[in-house]
T-cell receptor, first 111, second 113 residues
Framework: DAGVTQSPTHLIKTRGQHVTLRCSPISGHKSVSWYQQVLGQGPQFIFQYYEKEERGRGNFPDRFSARQFPNYSSELNVNALLLGDSALYLC??????????FGPGTRLTVL | SQQGEEDPQALSIQEGENATMNCSYKTSINNLQWYRQNSGRGLVHLILIRSNEREKHSGRLRVTLDTSKKSSSLLITASRAADTASYFCATADYGGATNKLIFGTGTLLAVQP
């Protein structure tokens, strides 16, 4: 079975631009979560979606938004990019309440 | 903010030796999970231990959980060079409808061949 997939692998943007990151969960998983990992730190929770509804939101500004589609794939959008948004963005899928399985991540660099 | 701390921050051992990493957390939990991360790539799930369990084994991995001390340890026996990675503990809090993981700061393990 395919694991969690994310696209793109790497992305370079400039300050003020907008970015969209994509995630496809493991087949049968209805929950998708997004995490941000800054270099040298552990991942920080951004959002969780289940059955297309937002179930949780971490301490991130409104520039961060996400959505989940009927096929349970998800997008993370970040507006008005700042240098501090440079990070590895990780997507995880799970059956709700169970182990979360992570994708390979999208490395975002903001110049 | 991080839930807790891993200790040590970095660990260097020789192949064949055992590696022990500790994790402390702050709030009550439903379960605690350990993940491995190679060179800034995605996280690989290693083992999950529930709050009513005290010890769990998976291959060369042994995890303990002490909820009274809010701490956990991960033991990797007979380490290999391929075990070189960062290791994170993550606590799961199912408060409300959210299934979020709160990660520690990580232990960087280097296994010398």
């Amino acid at each position: 079975d395919a694991g969690v997939t994310q696209s793109p692998t790497h992305l370079i943007k400039t300050r003020g631009q907008h970015v969209t990151l994509r995630c496809s969960p493991i087949s049968g998983h209805k929950s998708v979560s997004w995490y941000q990992q800054v270099l040298g730190q552990g991942p920080q929770f951004i959002f969780q979606y289940y059955e297309k509804e937002e179930r949780g939101r971490g301490n991130f500004p409104d520039r961060f938004s996400a959505r989940q589609f009927p096929n349970y794939s998800s997008e993370l959008n970040v507006n008005a990019l700042l240098l501090g948004d440079s990070a590895l963005y990780l997507c995880a899928s799970s059956a709700l309440g169970d182990t979360q399985y992570f994708g390979p991540g999208t490395r975002l660099t903001v110049l | 903010s991080q839930q807790g701390e891993e200790d040590p921050q970095a660990l260097s051992i020789q192949e064949g030796e055992n590696a022990t990493m500790n994790c402390s957390y702050k709030t009550s939990i439903n379960n605690l999970q350990w993940y491995r991360q190679n060179s800034g790539r995605g996280l690989v799930h290693l083992i999950l231990i529930r709050s009513n369990e005290r010890e769990k084994h998976s291959g060369r991995l042994r995890v303990t959980l002490d909820t009274s001390k809010k701490s956990s340890s991960l033991l990797i026996t007979a380490s290999r060079a391929a075990d070189t990675a960062s290791y994170f503990c993550a606590t799961a809090d199912y408060g409300g409808a959210t299934n979020k993981l709160i990660f520690g700061t990580g232990t960087l393990l280097a296994v010398q061949p």
